[in-house]
T-cell receptor
Framework: AQSVSQHNHHVILSEAASLELGCNYSYGGTVNLFWYVQYPGQHLQLLLKYFSGDPLVKGIKGFEAEFIKSKFSFNLRKPSVQWSDTAEYFCAVTPPIGNAGNMLTFGGGTRLMVKP | KAGVTQTPRYLIKTRGQQVTLSCSPISGHRSVSWYQQTPGQGLQFLFEYFSETQRNKGNFPGRFSGRQFSNSRSEMNVSTLELGDSALYLC????????????FGEGSRLTVL
């Protein structure tokens, strides 16, 4: 069975600080990787995704993530955070196997608080 | 374009009762997935429906069931409610199956007393 670990449960940063949120997964084959974000009072939404190709992927709002296959990692980064980035971030994986692609396995989430 | 709509948003039930939650996907989306979110277990996949057929099912007991109608709207049902069923139930739709790019609703928060 696949699993996803997000080691940082809570992160507090000041505005303009750099962000890196860790995500490690365990799965024996090829995976599709995602970061979803949930802003306060809003629904969960897709931040970025990796299917194949360039392991450095860019998402919305200046976020990027790097897939390192040898480390089974898909860390989320942002060079300079803003107060509006305060949210909970979820890493997710799914095997790109035919019709199973919407069966996401989520990590436990990381709550990010950005102080103005 | 309207987003994913879930009803009711909040509900309180007692142990042993059953509950039905409804989800209207984004227009044109044929896949509807359901997830349970709890503080202890996080986000867990319940099941997915595509073209009125259950395509995938997570590791939940048979008390959890669902269905999808011809207009892609979906319902999930939980029978014989237990205290541990208290959770936020999220519905997500996607235009087609299998990409993992999901559009989530705001959820139905179920409290079981």
């Amino acid at each position: 069975a696949q699993s996803v670990s997000q080691h940082n449960h809570h992160v507090i940063l000041s505005e303009a600080a750099s962000l890196e949120l860790g995500c490690n997964y365990s799965y024996g084959g090829t995976v599709n990787l995602f970061w979803y974000v949930q802003y306060p009072g809003q629904h969960l939404q897709l931040l970025l995704k990796y299917f194949s190709g360039d392991p450095l992927v860019k998402g919305i709002k200046g976020f990027e993530a790097e897939f390192i296959k040898s480390k089974f990692s898909f860390n989320l980064r942002k060079p300079s955070v803003q107060w509006s980035d305060t949210a909970e971030y979820f890493c997710a994986v799914t095997p790109p196997i035919g019709n199973a692609g919407n069966m996401l396995t989520f990590g436990g989430g990381t709550r990010l608080m950005v102080k103005p | 374009k309207a987003g994913v709509t879930q009803t009711p948003r909040y509900l309180i039930k007692t142990r042993g009762q059953q509950v039905t939650l409804s989800c209207s996907p984004i227009s044109g989306h044929r896949s509807v997935s359901w997830y349970q979110q709890t503080p202890g277990q996080g986000l867990q996949f319940l099941f997915e429906y595509f073209s009125e057929t259950q395509r995938n099912k997570g590791n939940f007991p048979g008390r959890f069931s669902g269905r999808q109608f011809s207009n892609s709207r979906s319902e999930m049902n939980v029978s014989t409610l237990e205290l541990g069923d208290s959770a936020l139930y999220l519905c997500a739709s996607s235009p087609q199956g299998g990409t993992g790019e999901l559009f989530f609703g705001e959820g139905s928060r179920l409290t079981v007393l």
